[in-house]
């Protein structure tokens, strides 16, 4: 089989030690959509687009709709309805995508502790956003917290208000130290885009005196894609949601991975990888009043617990 790992994949793979295991994974990874993920995708109410901007800086986003919003004509297409999308409509992912059409796609399903990753090309004609896809695959359900989310019925676009900066502030710093999910977006050399999920228990995501926010890497699929990216491209954007106030928090910036990090208290973090990654925020979005869901918490991923157990 063709190995489609780029070259930043690849050197974290040989790094880690994971070459293999990332090779088994390869028969997962379709040049289209996978025809079992059909069903799932179009029960989504949420999607997570990745997206570059015209200056090069990468953001990611939240779309809400009502259920049915994503039809799905063809393992290579993707058809947003407009129409019943019930998030905020100024959100800069629309306005990227008329200059820089590509798109990273991630759509998660906390409630099943599920998520399903493509890419590909998008454009607007009328009340559909249709994209073009171009890779796709399953991505693993590790820490994701578990958490109903539902679209009230005829839920309308709300109007929104909107803070911004270049140095994160106090409400913003809480958010984020506070957080036991967040999403992010990175970027292959060749321009294209993946958006992920990142999970643990709160307080896993550090800030450090300079400002640079430190992010354990957990055991995954061996992959990569995420860290691989970063290893070949620094830029990278990450997305924090809170779904009971209806507010999210953009960030684009630079990250920078750290291996190695094996002090007793690093791999206690890490849940013994010894794997972090920083990210430096240039700009953030804050956006009060971006959706309206109904939201229901259950539990914290078993994974968040054992990694430290298993050092104890």
């Known amino acids: 089989m063709r190995n489609i790992f780029h070259d930043g994949q690849l050197a974290v793979q040989k790094i880690t030690g994971e070459e293999e295991i990332a090779k088994s994974r390869l028969p997962m990874i379709q040049a289209s959509l996978h025809p079992r993920s059909i069903p799932f995708i179009a029960h989504q109410v949420l999607a997570f687009p990745g997206s570059e901007d015209a200056n090069g800086d990468i953001w990611l986003s939240l779309l809400v709709g009502e259920r049915g919003f994503i039809n799905i004509p063809s393992l290579q297409e993707l058809r947003f309805d407009l129409s019943k999308i019930t998030s905020n409509r100024e959100d800069i992912f629309f306005k990227n995508i008329e200059t820089k059409p590509t798109v990273g796609l991630l759509f998660h399903e906390a409630a099943r502790r599920a998520r399903y990753r493509a890419w590909g090309v998008a454009r607007q004609e009328e009340d559909q956003l249709i994209f073009d896809i171009r890779m796709g695959y399953p991505s693993c359900p590790k820490h994701i917290q578990r958490e109903v989310i539902e679209v009230p019925e005829n839920s309308k676009v709300i109007s929104s208000e909107y803070q911004n900066g270049t140095t994160l502030g106090k409400l913003e710093k809480e958010w984020i130290m506070g957080a ?133």
């Open 180 to 312: 036991h999910t967040f999403f992010i977006a990175t970027q292959t050399k060749k321009g294209d885009i993946e958006s992920s999920h990142r999970g643990g228990d709160p307080g896993f995501i550090e800030i450090q005196a300079n400002g640079l926010l430190r992010v354990p890497d957990y055991l995954g699929n061996s992959m990569f894609s995420t860290l691989g990216n970063i290893y070949e491209n620094p830029k990278a954007a990450l997305l924090f949601v809170d779904y009971k106030k209806g507010e999210t928090l953009q960030l684009s910036g630079m990250a920078k991975l750290q291996f190695d990090q094996n002090s007793e208290d690093d791999l206690y973090k890490s849940g013994k990888t010894g794997r972090f990654w920083t990210f430096e925020t240039k700009r953030w979005i804050r956006t009060i009043g971006h959706h309206k869901v109904n939201t229901e918490f259950i539990d914290f991923s078993r994974f968040n617990v054992l990694s430290k157990k298993e050092i104890l």
